[in-house]
């Protein structure tokens, strides 16, 4: 069984490109990891920290580790390790200051700090009552948590010793087994803060979660991060999971995003040895000058993945700012795109060639708005609890009024499908005063948007779990209503919070959410995750702009676009039948 498990994991490696296959009897610790002579020697102190926030209760050891040569006015790279104790031991399987010590005097990394944090510990209540370890919960937990408690509680730690860098470049987390999971974990929910990575033997199974990663991987714009990963082929099997399938699995989402990466393969087991031994190499590696990026794996014909969605090189870039709080964003059919300054001056237009006007200034509190086939501009406006429509001049025609209206599509015929979150219901306006309830009981409805076809309606949910689809009956009715577009769910928290949608020629649906913006393919599988161009959360979105292919997301009073490979269309023009992809 054994000798069949590591054949399947080198068909797997051969499918890798960025991988390194090593025996045990070629590892041994070599002179990198020696105190030598004549090297100068940093400076290690020990210390206590007992007064956690985000772990409460706890209480650890961790250490600082000061470069040779040490100047209290320069800035350094920091390095954080996960199990610090271990990693600092002189004759442990790390021995990281020993190693710091080699590679800084050959200058093949830079003078940094080091800040080896141990796992929490709640102390026992009876005197020599054993405590209780909060290592899995700090490490596997796959959310933000111990990111969070690197950054702030544990750096203005190593910052009262020495001045730290602020770029991500310049931090790299370490760990092995739960804490390479916690390693990666850290990195990826937070690359504005890490974007180094050193995971030995790590974590990626079922104990808390941390399975997913690669799938998440996949389905999620490329983050700028840099990853040395290192597993054995005799390592766990039990009942988190298989650890050299998980590790294997994860080096491949990396191959296939395009990530900037390195897996080694080694004979070993579920221990500290192989990755301590290789880590001079794997310091190298990580601190090299070299930041080619390799090419994510292109889009399988119909596959609507984000590699054939994203176009290299282009990012977002800031359309408009200063404003109070900016949504219902749209566009018209030459590509001019328009929105609402919600508590501000009404109704702004930006042009093709960029320049910003103001539309209407009497339109106050527009939290949805779309051009009809009429060429009047139909809008939510929350603020009158009215659906009112704009034609060129301003002139305004109230079309119903007492609605709690959020946002709104209008189709080839001129009629409106409405939400109203309040009331939880889904609404039909045929015409002025004409509206029938068409759908009730989502919890909190919010965007809405048509297919190319006019057939389907997909409708977020604020504060559910999934985008409901409906089929669009030729009376106006909605049947066959399932949330068939779940949100991406990690960690303990879904990453979403379903607000303005949008859909493209190809059937792709977008949706706007708390951590960017959720693509579906025409069926409600879900594609992946674009990031969102800020911090803050993604309200609206559009694809406007020349062609209709820039993708505009609105951030509280912030808006920003990007070239994508995707073109939007009109629901109020005549239905047609979706695109297909060009074969590659």
Not at 47 to 53: Q, W, Y
Not at 273 to 285: E, M, N, Q, V, Y
Not at 328 to 337: I, L, R
Not at 542 to 549: E, I
């Amino acid at each position: 069984m054994k000798t069949m498990r590591a054949c399947s994991v080198f068909a797997i490696l051969l499918l890798l490109v960025n991988f390194t296959l090593l025996a045990g009897e070629d590892l041994k610790h070599g002179p990198d990891s020696e105190e030598q002579p004549n090297v100068p020697k940093g400076v290690l102190s020990e210390h206590k920290f007992t007064e956690s926030k985000i772990f409460p209760g706890t209480s650890r050891s961790y250490w600082i580790y000061l470069p040779p040569n040490f100047n209290a006015e320069a800035e350094y790279p920091l390095m954080i390790f996960c199990d610090g104790g271990g990693v600092v031991k002189p004759k442990g399987d790390f021995r990281a200051p020993v190693v710091f010590d080699n590679l800084i005097a050959k200058k093949e990394i830079p003078p940094l700090v080091g800040l080896f944090i141990n796992p929490g510990e709640v102390p026992g209540v009876q005197p020599g009552s054993p405590g209780r370890s909060t290592r899995s919960f700090e490490y596997d937990t796959p959310d933000d948590t111990c990111a969070r408690f690197f950054i702030e509680e544990m750096i203005p730690l190593a910052a009262k010793h020495a001045k730290i860098s602020a770029k991500p470049e310049d931090r790299a987390v370490v760990g092995i087994s739960s804490g390479g999971i916690c390693a990666f974990n850290a990195a990826w929910h937070r690359p504005d803060a890490f974007r180094k990575v050193i995971s030995g033997i790590g974590s990626f199974t079922n104990i808390r979660g941390g399975v997913w990663f690669p799938a998440a991987i996949r389905k999620t714009e490329r983050k700028p991060i840099r990853v040395w990963m290192q597993e054995g082929s005799n390592d766990l099997d039990n009942v988190h999971g298989n650890w050299v399938f998980g590790n294997n699995d994860v080096a491949a989402a990396l191959k296939f995003a395009g990530y900037d990466y390195k897996y080694v393969l080694t004979d070993g087991g579920h221990g500290g040895k192989h990755p301590g031994i290789l880590f001079p190499d794997a310091l190298r590696w990580l601190w090299r000058k070299d930041d080619a990026l390799p090419a994510p794996t292109p889009e399988v014909p119909n596959d609507l993945a984000l590699s054939g969605l994203l176009i290299p090189g282009e990012n977002w870039t800031l359309v408009v700012e200063g404003k109070k709080f900016v949504d219902a964003a749209c566009s018209d059919a030459e590509g001019n795109f328009y929105f609402s300054d919600m508590n501000g001056d009404g109704l702004f237009k930006v042009a093709l060639d960029g320049t910003i006007s103001l539309f209407n200034g009497e339109a106050k509190g527009v939290s949805g708005m779309k051009f009809g086939p009429d060429g009047r501009l139909y809008a939510c406006v929350n603020r009158a609890k009215q659906i009112v429509a704009y034609d060129k001049d301003g002139k305004a025609e109230i079309l119903a009024s007492d609605v709690g209206c959020n946002d709104l599509v209008v189709n080839s015929k001129g009629h409106i499908y409405f939400t109203e979150t309040g009331k939880k219901q889904v609404v039909l306006c045929e015409g002025p005063g004409k509206l029938r309830v068409v759908d009730t009981g989502i919890q909190a409805p919010n965007g809405i948007t048509l297919a190319p076809n006019q057939e389907t309606l997909a409708v977020s949910d604020a504060a559910g779990s999934a985008v409901w689809a409906f089929r669009v009956e030729t009376d106006g009715n909605l049947s066959a209503k399932m949330p068939v577009m779940p949100y991406r769910q990690f960690g303990r928290f879904p990453e979403a919070k379903g607000d303005g949608m949008t859909c493209d020629t190809r059937g792709r649906w977008y949706v706007s959410t708390a951590t960017g913006i959720q693509v579906f393919d025409p069926n409600g599988r879900p594609v992946g995750l674009i990031l969102a161009p800020t911090e803050a959360p993604v309200t609206t979105i559009a694809l406007s702009g020349p062609d209709l292919s820039y993708l505009f997301a609105l951030t509280q009073g912030k808006i920003f676009k990007r070239k994508v490979n995707a073109k939007g269309f009109l629901a109020s023009l005549p239905p047609f039948q979706k695109e297909e992809g060009k074969k590659k």
